[in-house]
Each structure stands twice: as C-alpha cells, then as structure tokens.
C-alpha cells in the first residue's frame, strides 16, 4: 500500500514515499526534497557470513548522471566506478548507522541509495541519510534508530539549515550533524577559522532539526512500520566471559603496564596466545568467544586507565600531544615537499604545480566540473612494517570489532 509522510525541514518540504518502489527489500523509501529525488532501500541476508568477526554492513551511494541530465563520458557511455564523491558520501552515511546495530551482529546488511534526480540547492547526501534511516526504521532489521541528519552553513551571523548554493557560497561553515533524539552520533565539519562557541552552537541547533526528523520517522514507524526479526548473535557467553576476565585481567594489567608500544604489542600477542591455550579444551570449538572476551577486558582496562587514572597507553596525560617534527625541502626536484612525523605515524607529502590546462574533468552530479587541486594519498605496507607487494590488499586489523568495510 502507497504511503506518503511530508514535513519541513529547512525551509522546504521534505517527502518520504513507501510501498511504491522496490517491495522486494526488506525496507525502501523513496525520498524528493525539492526535486531532489533519491530512492533508498536496505536489505538483509537470511544467514550469517561465516568465518567473519565483525558487522558486515556496506552503503552504497550511487551517483547516476541521468539525475543531472548529462551522459558519461566514458568510451561506451555507461556509468563507472564510484567517484571520490560517492565515497566519502558512502561513509558519511555509513558512521552514523553502524553503531546502532546489535554487537554481534554478523548477517549482511546492504544499504544503496540511488541519487535519481538533483536540484543543486538540495544537495542528496541529507536525503540519503534520512531516507537510510527510514527505510531501516521501517523494516524488519533490527536497529536501535531512526536518526536524523542535517547540513548546518553560518551566514550573517546566523545558522542555516541545509543551506543553497548561494548560501553555500558566504557560509563559514560546513557542518554535517547525524544523531538520534538523544545524542549527536557523528560530526563532519569543515569551516573558515570560526570559534569554538559558534560551531558548539551550530552542533546544538542541527540537534534540534534532528529531533523533529527523529519524531517524523517514529510517526512513521508507529504506523507502517514492521515487527523486528530475532537473528542470531555472536557474542561470548557469560560463562567465557567470567573464565576469560578472572584468568586473562592481571595479564591485560601487565599488558599495558609499558609505555613502549613495540613491547606493548609483543606483550599483547603473548597474551593472546597464552589465553587461546589456556582455554582450548574448556571451551573447545569456542575459540571466537574466547577472543571476543578478551578484546572486551582489553578495552575495559584500557578504559579505566584512561578515564580513572588518566593515563593514555604512551604514557600521555589527556592534555599532552605527541612531540611533533617536520622537514622542508626534502626532494630537490619537485615543486614542494615536506614530512610530518607524529609518534610513529610519519608522511612525506609531494606537491607539484601544472598549468590549468592540466585541470581534471570531473564526470559528477555536483556543481563543480572541473578540478584542479588534487590530493592523492598512499598507503604502502612498509608503512605498517607489512611485506606486501604493490597492488595487493593490507591484511584488515581484528580491531575494533566491528570495523567498517570500505565504501566502493
């Protein structure tokens, strides 16, 4: 049965349509603010992946050229990979959805949100987010939301929501707010040197949107909304935990009893083999909790070294940053370079400068066709000490537990 749900939001109309598009998903809504058109949909797999430790969630953001009236200017005209666009768009929505699935979760969920139709004072990437958030409010997946998401500009001294392309142009600020009624979830800012009292404020007032969105979908829910389906959760039990706590804590303790992170880490492997043999026959074809149930005392007493005793695990006070160096002119022959070096975490960042004419071509459904600042980063494995050849995959950490997987 068609459903249609309006409120405003900005200034301007916000409609969320069901039961019209994509019945087949386990939830889908269709959202138009202004003539901005995307159609979100979210689904879930019947079984769980095996032989994974972490929430299998993946959003997709696809961009469609038709949406702004171009064709792609590939050799066969068909639409390509992401854009750097889409990307960043895919994790914009993807971080303030994945907290609120149950831990342990380990079915697949696919969320795709197709941009369809674009008026450029109504940027897609906040309809994207809220119809995300009302198409899983409104299905059978398990999920503790619905939130809301805003995009908050300061212009002449005052806060606009989900401001135009004129707005856009004189703001001081780009600010992106996610959160539920309760809590701010995610933040995504960029700004021209405003004060740490305007952008508070800025974070205050996208809360006060986001609950009128929260409170639009939960009227929604109340009404089309479908029960919660019980899937199965990887969790350790309570009596690994308690085996796991009572022998593995004066360990953990011992763990980050030093500074150093090299023997850190070393003490952290020793620790996790001597856990894994101690329990192989108590908790035989178990291993997975026992490892969970570790990970969960580590954090626990890292925690409580840093909130109680206020003592990060290098050995900084919370007000202490990481002595910092940098070098200039490092290279003779290109334009610029530099590196920056933190702790262990180094970069050495090359700039080199082409006429305009050299300009990238952007095939996009923004307001920007061409480029001609671009940033590429690399991410080696002798940067983590990984003998790995060019081209191939970095191993994923175990840590932490329900990671993100890379949009695109």
Known sequence: ???SYSMELGGRTLTL?????????????????GDTCVLVTATVADTPRPGIDFFPLSVDFEEKLYSVGHIPGSWNRREGRPAEKAILTCRLIDRPLRPLFPKGMRHDVSVVCTVMSVEQDNIPDIPSM????????????????PIGAV??????????????VAQR??????????????????VEAGAKEVSEEVMLGAILFAHEEIKKIVAFINGIVA???KAKKEFPLALPGEDVKAAVREY????????FETFERSERNAREEQVKAEVAEHFAETFEGREQEVADALYNVQKEVMRRHIIDKGIRPDGRKLTEVRPIWCEVGVLPRPHGSAV???????????ATLAPMSEQQIIDGIGTEDRKRYMHHYNFPGYSTGEAHRRGQALPQPRTPRDRPRRAG
């Open 169 to 186: 142009e004189k703001s001081l600020m780009n600010l992106t707010v996610a959160g539920t009624s309760e809590a701010v979830l995610m």
């Open 248 to 255: 593995a804590l004066p360990k953990v303790e011992w763990m």
């Open 1 to 3: 049965m068609f459903k």
């Open 130 to 145: 809220i119809g995300a958030s009302a198409a899983l409010a409104t299905s059978q997946i398990p999920w503790a939301g």
């Open 151 to 164: 995009n908050i500009g300061y212009v002449d001294g005052e806060y606009i929501v989900n401001p135009t």
């Open 223 to 225: 009404e089309i909304g």
């Open 340 to 350: 920056f070096t933190r702790g262990q975490t180094q970069v050495m960042t090359v």
């Open 17 to 33: 349509e069901f039961g019209k598009y994509a019945e087949q998903a386990s939830g889908a809504t269709f959202v138009r603010y």
